[in-house]
């Protein structure tokens, strides 16, 4: 069984359609939400979601960042495999079946779906940069090959995953979690995936100053567990 993640934070204008495509893809799962305390009309929605059964739907009562959303998430997986889907509607959701082939057949624990080697709408270059540098700094500290470290669809065995030691809260989990995924031993294989990048009026909320705390986490895990 496959458990889908989904942090969520003010995204009233995409929850619906992106609970719907989750819901559609052909595969046997369950959805476990977590609401990081939105203020504009999300938690209702999730609410209504919860109470017809299509999700299982958790609440932060203050807002803590997309890491503690799914270290939230984590805490309530089932499934033998775990992935992590934003509720903006810039990634695919059936792509899962691409992404769960390389674990189900025993070739890899944990599977990234990387957005430069698929289609993708073009990102913001700022962004573009930021992400290389940051994926070229994790391939030298942790002696990888990677193309898209920053990518939101990251697929684990349940072992992998529920067996590190997460502490980022924000958006800092994406390098935190793949210096301790390498760390630990795993080589960490990687699919193409298409992108469909939001623009900020469209509620894009990553920025360039969101590199610096992930190039910190590089740094820092590199040397401390």
């Not at 992935?83 to 944990?110: C, H, M, N, T, W």
């Not at 700094?137 to 002696?143: A, C, I, M, Q, R």
Request: aromatic residues 12%; negative net charge.
């Amino acid at each position: 069984m496959l458990s889908v993640i989904i942090p969520v934070y003010n995204e009233v204008s995409t929850i619906r359609e992106i609970l719907n495509k989750v819901a559609a893809v052909d595969v046997e799962k369950e959805i476990i939400v977590v609401d990081d305390c939105s203020s504009d009309g999300t938690r209702d929605i999730l609410k209504e979601i919860s109470a017809e059964g299509g999700a299982a739907v958790y609440f932060h009562e203050v807002n803590k960042g997309k890491g503690a959303a799914i270290r939230t998430g984590l805490g309530h997986v089932n499934g033998d495999v775990v992935v992590i889907q934003d509720a903006d509607l810039e990634y695919e959701p059936e792509e899962f079946l691409r992404l769960i082939k390389p674990i189900q057949s025993g070739r890899a624990k944990v599977v990234y779906g990387s957005r430069f080697t698929g289609e993708h709408r073009n990102m913001f270059f700022w962004h573009m940069l930021g992400n290389k540098v940051l994926t070229l700094v994790t391939n030298v500290l942790y002696d990888t090959t990677l193309s898209d470290m920053e990518t939101c669809y990251k697929m684990f065995h349940r072992d992998v995953i529920l067996g590190l030691k997460l502490r980022a809260n924000r958006f800092d989990f994406e390098p935190e979690v793949t210096a301790k995924v390498l760390k630990a031993g795993y080589r960490i294989y990687e699919t193409p995936i298409s992108y469909y990048g939001r623009e900020f009026d469209e509620g894009k909320k990553i920025s360039w100053k969101d590199a610096f705390p992930a190039l910190w986490a590089l740094i820092k895990y590199r040397f401390i567990d």
